[in-house]
């Protein structure tokens, strides 16, 4: 195991994208070479120890031995592990936008709290979000026909608004509360909010949604199935969002 | 004076009847000439040299264009370029924001692009796209064809009325010609109908396609117009189109022009050739349509070629869209404009595991390598509704090698082997019909007489590909001519070296050419009915209509004889 | 002298219908308006800023025009994470030209849909825009729904020339031809006007619209009997009436995109307007606010691929709304400085970004005394468009027209402004 | 003093857009430095003339104006920098703050509107 550590030193407002610190792009590169790396600050480009001093200790044969250690607030860090395969990151604090956007591998761990667009577009790999998640975690681009579809993200705080959006396979889930219109769009995969949620599952047309908590303004447009019985706890089923056409999504939702 | 010469190259100039030769090109200010003086030399050591590349038929600017890009922001974010030095940044695979339109053209070889359906209210749009284009020349086909004046003017038989409001048109909308998109049926889908047959009747306006498509290649004929009516089909896009698709072909046959030229072009037609009677029973008639081309010399068509992979699909033809969109379920959007035109966008992934993608695909092929006169048939995708226009040099590939086809067959749905006849084609083009279905064909349907060709007095577009066409087979080498093709060795536009090594080198803005057919008193014949119509259903005022030669760069007028034709084909 | 057919450089319906009397070089008289048009023409003079401004300890002072381009040249070169912001207001070719000064400085760029339709924008990437021009409203509209906006109000002669009053083509009896619905959380001078007005409560509109949708689709029977204080009888009777319809449209504004799931509801609202489709003739259109709005999102599209919140710093243009629009910028505190040209974001912006404009370097192309000059650093005066100067500008419904130019200004017009500081950075470089 | 909970928004309205070229004008501070309220609503609070408006990030003092067609349980401010005071944004949504359907209270005050200068200044420092 390797295990490379960047101390953020940048205290400054604007972001830098950073979509550079992977396990995939520092595998086989010294620190001398890491510290070299380009990141982006506003319309500059600059060298990443400009940004975070880095250690390194140890030594790894491929990406997946491959730990990164993110300490200090990085919430204005964008991009951290985008596309990574394997390896892990740690990031102690908060996290700035899209961090582990496209993911195909490997496993993200943030502290603090993540900001909007974590996951998007994930394939595979796993993220973990202590804190709070901001809104579109797991989500798809502007336009794009999906949003997540492999892996796993577990967020320990609540979750913003339209989670999972057009998410058509893995697994989402929130241990608090998760705000408007959770698995919007949705045509597959899972998400389990184990807290309350609002107006979830709009417009899907597939995979399920499970709400443990209560559910604040349930759509219209969702039919009711009856009871079903998920881990030995009672839960209404609904089938949705009739909106659409052929609409196959099922909404889990806690019996009183 | 800025002189160069191209030494060695092996040309192909076939509006010049020259195939395969060694021989020195000239260039000065500009334009190809005899003999230069103190000219940079450009020696090319036995590389293919082609004219510059004429595109027929892409959709590159205006209204629907701008409506792809806009509701499709997960294909800009692909193929993001940054800008460089001399170059914008660049966005878009499918639609391509106008620089990626302008430098992706230019790398590939291509120096004119024609623009084939500017709805005439929105004609300002059009020509600010274009204008934006850089390294092209360009042209625009304006639409008329279910357009109130001329269904008004088409059924009560006032041809010279007809033939006076498009002249007036052309000169309004700065547009190069007719183009003529579901006749009769898109002002039926303004109800949310079409048409069925070339017979049907058009909503109120007591006309049918038949006469309106007559009508125009009429007044084609009259006003002199340089290039035939361009005709998107009825029922494009719907199994068993191929009949009406014939029975339109057959109304230009014995067509007397005056010119000996062709009337009528049928454009995209692999969307135009299909068989069966829905889409479990779909099939390739592109014999049928080959067939006919080949009796009938009265037609060109271009192909239409479709590529596997993602794509955005637009026309004028709205009923097409909403119905496609019905299949996929993707998103739809539609922009019917009032008294002229409409249109619809959807996005469309082909896939070479659905049959009715496949068979779509070899239809393409079959049509060109059916058609016995590469004159009557032009290189297209139809870009983006076929196949984005960066996929030219894989069907280049195709086209030239039936190993390379045979290998792909291998790799689609089985439907081709029993839907299709592509499989049982040797045919395999050589390097001068790939220089007449990319270059040559189209300068001579659209009678640009200094483009598609390297003799004296040309403009000096010139194409040199990194390929030594006397050391290669393209059927064997099949990657190496896509590879050639994809990125030229150098792209010379108007005597500038614009690309070298496949990199855009020099930033350039190019012509557009419009055509003006005025006669005598053409505008007293319309002025009551323009007036008229203007003031009760037109939102916009007919002062403030139209472009001027603001919105052009260079702009190039062609001037019509509308009594007496005289353009005439220059091989 | 008397000009004809001169268009109104105020809102979205971009009547071009007017007239307008000029006296020497002052307008005398303005005729074909509404009170928007009349009092943007006619009060054209008041209160203009006289002279290049910058602002130092005391105060603004005056500076030459020429020191006004430097100080902006500077400004934005200087700049790490400069924001160019407006557009809707001027000409599309001045907004080609700020673009190009975007991706020269490697600027954010943002215009005015983004405090207003930008939701549009989002729904209808999501789900696609089908509609029509105005003049397939006035020739066949028979069904006209107003939803969430107030035409009598934001724009007053909409009514009068496209949708309601006027008579068309297959509408030869105006009015009578035509059913208007209203739809709105409060009544206002367009709902007395409509044959039947849906007052809803706020926030509802998503799902009143998916109700509509699955009452066309056939799943109507699963609804409950109230739905956004709506009763389900009445839903489906305006879904019979959407159904019956020869041909239907669908006029929409802010109170569809400031409300409730906001972009959610345009994307519901185009894929109901789809399923129409299905029955009968249906197309749905924006009420765009400012007079050249659609032509800053037309520009912006064909030059960069995106319609508006564009971050050109990395040299290609990165669009995500949310992230690069101009409120989530300014609020998170990440832009250093920002040019505005043809709009007042101290007026329109919110609070937390207001906040920022405060703290940075602030340069206003601008004619008028206006919220944004009371903050800004450097205010350079400019003539006005579609009075002062020509140009192309787009209607709500994406025609373009040639706004015209009637009156000499001593100002240059923002493309010049623009022109002026991209030469002076060039000479910088 | 009474307070009650209710839905602001806020919006165009004519008088908003014919001085909208005149921010400094006393019109323009008219048509925009106001709210419209329910008729029941202003009695209620025994609202007089002028009424306080709190958001969670700020407090604004307008102009109470009655309007009929107005529900009792909302509050409708034109748009301008009076109303954009008490206004806020979901950073990392959709880039569109909150102009419509937000929580405010609102009391009856003797206080009086800020003149535009004065209101810009509030963002000084």
Not at chain 2, 275 to 291: H, L, M, P, Q, V
Not at chain 2, 534 to 551: I, K, P, Q, R, S
Request: glycine letters at 10%.
């Amino acid at each position: 195991m390797r295990v490379i550590t960047l101390n953020l030193k940048y205290d400054g407002s604007i972001p830098v994208e950073a979509e550079t610190i992977t396990p995939d792009s520092f595998s086989d590169k010294s620190k001398e070479e890491i510290e070299e790396l380009s990141l982006y600050l506003g319309n500059k480009v600059v060298k990443l120890r400009e940004i975070f001093d880095v250690s390194v200790e140890g030594s790894n044969t491929g990406i997946d031995d491959v730990k990164i250690i993110i300490k200090g607030n990085a919430y204005r860090i964008k991009r951290i592990g985008e596309g990574m395969t394997g390896g892990e990151i740690l990031v102690e604090g908060n996290v700035d936008m899209r961090c582990g956007s496209m993911m195909r591998g490997g496993k993200i761990t943030i502290k603090g709290n993540a900001d909007s667009w974590t996951g998007q577009e994930m394939v595979g790999g796993e993220i973990i979000i202590e804190g709070d998640a901001g809104n579109y975690i797991g989500s798809g681009y502007r336009g794009a026909l999906n949003g997540m579809s492999g892996g796993k993200i577990t967020i320990k705080g609540n979750a913003g608004l339209y989670l999972g959006e057009k998410m058509n396979g893995g697994e989402i889930v929130v241990e608090k509360d998760a705000d408007m219109l959770a698995g919007l769009e949705m045509s597959g995969g899972k998400i389990t909010i184990k807290g309350n949620a609002i107006m979830p599952g709009g417009e899907m047309t597939g995979g399920d949604i499970i709400v443990m908590g209560t559910v604040i303004d349930r759509l219209p447009t969702f039919k009711y199935l009856g009871k079903e019985i998920i881990d030995n706890a009672n839960f209404e089923k609904y089938v949705g969002d009739l909106a659409m056409r052929r609409a196959k999504g099922s909404l889990y939702i806690k019996a009183p | 004076m800025n002189e160069l010469i191209i030494k060695n190259g092996i040309v192909f100039d076939p509006l010049n009847n020259i195939k395969d030769e060694k021989k020195d090109i000239c260039i000065r200010d500009g334009k190809i000439v005899d003999d230069v003086k103190n000219p940079k030399i450009l020696d090319v050591n036995g590389l293919l040299v082609f004219p510059g590349g004429v595109d027929g038929h892409s959709h590159i600017a205006g209204a629907k264009v701008n409506s792809g890009r806009l509701i499709r922001p997960e294909d800009g974010r692909r193929s993001l370029k940054p800008k460089t030095s001399i170059t914008m940044p660049s966005s878009g695979y499918s639609v391509k924001n106008v620089f990626s339109e302008g430098y992706d053209y230019s790398i590939m070889g291509y120096t004119t692009v024609v623009e084939p359906a500017m709805p005439p209210l929105s004609a300002i749009h059009t020509h600010e796209e274009l204008r934006d284009i850089p390294m092209l020349d360009k042209l625009s086909l304006t639409l008329f064809g279910f357009n109130w004046f001329v269904m008004g003017y088409v059924s009560r038989g006032e041809i010279d009325k007809l033939a006076a409001y498009v002249a007036w048109m052309l000169k309004r909308t700065r547009g190069y010609g007719i183009k003529i998109v579901n006749p009769g049926g898109g002002e039926n889908w303004k109800w949310g109908k079409n048409v069925d047959s070339l017979d049907d009747q058009v909503i109120h306006f007591g006309v049918t396609p038949r006469e309106i498509l007559n009508d125009l290649m009429k007044v084609n004929e009259i006003l002199d117009l340089p290039h035939p009516i361009h005709v998107h089909t009825n029922k494009l896009g719907q199994p068993g189109n191929y009949n009406i698709t014939v029975d339109t072909m057959k109304l230009a046959s014995g067509f007397e022009t005056q010119r000996g030229r062709e009337p009528l072009h049928i454009t995209h037609v692999m969307f135009s050739s299909y068989g069966g009677e829905n889409w479990k029973t779909f099939d390739s008639k592109a014999d049928e349509i080959a067939r006919e081309v080949n009796s009938n010399k009265f037609i060109t068509v271009d192909v239409g070629q479709l590529m596997f992979g993602d794509t955005t699909t637009m026309t004028a033809d709205g009923y097409l869209e909403f119905n496609l969109q019905k299949l996929t379920g993707f998103k739809w959007s539609n922009s019917d404009t009032e008294l002229e035109t409409g249109g619809g966008v959807t996005p469309v992934i082909y896939s070479p595991t659905v049959p009715v993608n496949v068979i779509q695909w070899a239809i393409g092929l079959e049509a060109a390598l059916l058609i016995n006169d590469p004159y009557q048939v032009w290189l297209t995708t139809d870009h983006p509704n076929g196949a984005p226009l960066t996929r030219y040099p894989e069907i280049i590939s195709l086209l030239m090698s039936k190993e390379k086809r045979e290998k792909e067959i291998l790799q689609v749905n089985n439907a081709v082997n029993k839907r299709a006849i592509l499989p049982s084609l040797d045919r395999e083009y050589e390097w001068n019909e790939i220089a007449i279905i990319t270059r040559a064909a189209q300068a001579n349907s659209y009678q640009l007489r200094d483009k598609g060709h390297l003799g004296i007095g040309a403009d000096a577009d010139v194409t040199i590909f990194d390929i030594k066409p006397n050391e290669i087979d393209p059927s064997k080498d099949y990657d190496k001519v896509e590879k050639a093709f994809s990125a030229a060795k150098y792209t010379i536009k108007g005597g500038e070296i614009v690309v070298k090594d496949g990199q855009i080198v020099k930033v350039v803005s190019g012509k557009t050419y419009w055509t003006n057919a005025e006669f005598d008193e053409y505008y007293e014949l319309i002025e009551d009915d323009l007036k008229d119509w203007f003031a009760n259903y037109y939102t916009v005022n007919l002062d403030n209509y139209g472009v001027n030669d603001v919105y052009l760069t260079n702009p190039c007028m062609i001037r019509t004889n509308p009594t007496i034709g005289s353009r005439v084909r220059l091989a | 002298m008397i000009i004809k057919n001169v268009v109104c450089p105020f809102c979205g319906s971009l009547c071009d219908d007017l007239t307008v009397e000029v006296e020497g070089n002052e307008i005398k008289n303005v005729d074909n308006t509404c009170k928007l048009g009349y009092n943007k023409i006619v009060g054209y003079s008041h209160g203009r800023i006289e002279a290049p401004l910058i602002r130092d300890k005391e105060g603004l002072k005056e500076i030459s025009y020429d020191k006004a381009i430097d100080e902006a040249a500077k400004i934005l070169c200087n700049a790490r994470r400069p924001l160019m912001y407006g557009w809707s207001s001027t000409t599309c070719e001045a907004i080609e030209k700020g673009i190009e000064l975007a991706i020269k400085i490697g600027s954010l760029i943002d215009q005015t849909a983004t405090v207003c339709h930008g939701p549009t924008t989002l729904g209808i990437q999501e789900e696609g825009k089908p509609s029509c021009t105005l003049g397939e409203v006035k020739n066949r509209a028979d069904l006209v729904i107003y939803w969430g906006c107030n035409p009598f109000h934001a724009h007053p002669r909409h009514m009068g020339r496209y949708s309601t009053f006027t008579k068309g083509y297959f509408t030869n009896k105006g009015r009578k031809d035509r059913k208007i619905i209203v739809v709105d959380v409060r009544e206002s001078d367009t709902s007395k006007v409509a044959d039947i007005f849906l007052k809803i409560e706020p926030g509802s509109d998503y799902k009143i619209i998916n109700a509509l949708t699955s009452i066309i689709i056939g799943n109507g029977d699963i609804l409950p009997e109230e739905i956004g204080g709506i009763s389900k009888d009445r839903l489906e009777y305006i879904a019979g009436e959407m159904v019956n319809a020869n041909f239907g449209i669908v006029f929409f504004g802010l109170g569809v995109t400031m409300t409730g799931v906001k972009d959610k509801n345009i994307g519901s609202l185009s894929r109901l307007v789809k399923e129409l489709n299905r029955n009968t003739k249906f197309s749905l259109m924006p009420m765009r606010g400012h007079y050249n709005v659609s032509g800053a999102g037309n520009v912006f599209t064909w030059l960069t691929g995106f319609p508006y919140a564009i971050d050109l710093s990395r040299g290609y243009a990165y669009y995500n709304p949310g992230e690069t629009t101009a409120n989530d910028v300014l609020a998170r505190k990440e832009v250093d400085a920002i040019l505005v040209v043809a709009s007042d974001p101290v007026a329109h912006f919110v609070n937390p970004s207001i906040r920022r404009l405060a703290e940075i370097p602030l340069i206003a192309i601008e004619p008028y005394t206006s919220a944004t000059t009371e903050l800004a650093d450097l205010i350079i005066p400019v003539a006005i468009s579609g009075i002062e100067a020509d140009g192309t500008a787009y209607r709500m419904d994406e025609i373009p027209i040639r706004v015209k130019k009637f009156i000499d200004s001593k100002f240059k017009s923002d493309l010049e402004i623009l022109t002026d500081i991209i030469n002076r950075i060039d000479r910088y470089e | 003093m009474k307070k009650k909970r209710v839905k602001l928004i806020t919006g165009r309205t004519i008088e908003q857009g014919m001085f909208i070229e005149h921010k400094t004008s006393k019109e323009y501070f008219d048509a925009t430095a106001t709210c419209f309220m329910n008729e029941r609503l202003i009695k209620e609070l025994d609202i007089e003339d002028y009424v306080k408006v709190n958001t969670d990030i700020a407090s604004i003092v307008l102009r109470a104006e009655r309007e009929k067609g107005i529900p009792k349980d909302l509050i409708f401010i034109p748009m301008g920098p009076w109303a954009n005071f008490i206004l806020n944004i979901d950073i990392g949504l959709s880039g569109m703050p909150s102009f419509k359907g937000v929580d405010a209270t609102i009391e009856p005050t003797d206080d009086r509107p800020l003149e535009l200068k004065d209101l810009i200044g509030l963002y000084k420092g």
